[in-house]
């Protein structure tokens, strides 16, 4: 079965840009999502289709794909973007979360 | 737009089972897989598996085999998900969300297992 693999967590100084990867087999044919989760909610869709930003979510926040890694970046972090993310990923009838990444924003 | 409403908290016995049920309105239910997603405490989202109604197929992920079974409902338009064999380890928020995106998301069952 795949995986997805992401960093623990990743500190960034307000205004800086953070950036957080999602690795995967499964990447490099099928498009990963980015999910936020903020402590005591629902999780919300950040990025879809790799890089593709819902209606809502604000333009800092940006995806991108290279074989088989993705990226989520926020540029110019705020501290209402402290929270956990969560690449995702659906391949045939195996679907996925990568083990989630706490973004620290002091 | 999907809306989906979850049962309410539970509270179970170990060796006891659960089915934890989600509503869905606003969409063509039996069209869209339902996807059941676990979250033990202080840790991350894990895929359990998935539900297409209108094929009444349900796919689960290797680690949850044996131990959930997910259903669909579709004059009802529920989904269901049943956790058998309950451990204390079990105790977790579960969440079921919509379509293969996960675009819509219930708002989070607690299911406590503890003698």
């Known amino acids: 079965s795949y995986e997805l693999t992401q960093p623990s967590s990743v500190s960034v100084s307000p205004g800086q840009t953070a950036r957080i990867t999602c690795s995967g087999d499964?990447?490099?044919?099928?498009?990963a999502r980015w999910f936020q989760q903020k402590p005591g909610q629902v999780p919300v869709m950040v990025i879809y289709?790799?890089?593709e930003r819902p209606s809502g979510i604000p333009e800092r926040f940006s995806g991108s794909s290279s074989g088989t890694t993705v990226t989520l970046t926020i540029s110019g972090a705020q501290v209402e973007d402290e929270a956990d993310y969560y690449c995702?990923?659906?391949?045939?009838?195996?679907?996925?979360f990568g083990g989630g990444t706490k973004l620290t924003v002091l | 737009q999907v809306q989906l409403i979850q049962s309410g908290a539970e509270v179970k016995k170990p060796g006891s089972s659960v089915k934890v049920s989600c509503k869905s309105s606003?969409?063509?239910?039996?069209?869209?897989?339902i996807s059941w997603i676990r979250q033990a405490p202080g840790q991350g989202l894990e895929w359990m598996g998935r539900?297409?109604?209108?094929?009444?197929?349900?796919v689960y992920a290797q680690k949850f085999q044996g131990k959930i079974t997910i259903s669909a409902d579709r004059s009802t338009a529920t989904a269901y998900l049943e956790l058998t064999s309950l451990r204390s380890e079990d105790t977790a928020l579960f969440y079921c969300?919509?379509?293969?995106?996960?675009?819509?998301w219930g708002q989070g069952t607690l299911v406590t297992v503890s003698s």
């Open positions: 969300a919509s379509g293969e995106s996960l675009d819509s």
């Open positions: 606003g969409g063509a239910f039996s069209s869209y897989a």
């Open positions: 539900v297409i109604p209108i094929l009444d197929e349900s």
């Open positions: 499964v990447l490099a044919k099928k498009y």
């Open positions: 289709k790799d890089s």
């Open positions: 995702y990923s659906a391949a045939d009838n195996d679907w996925m």
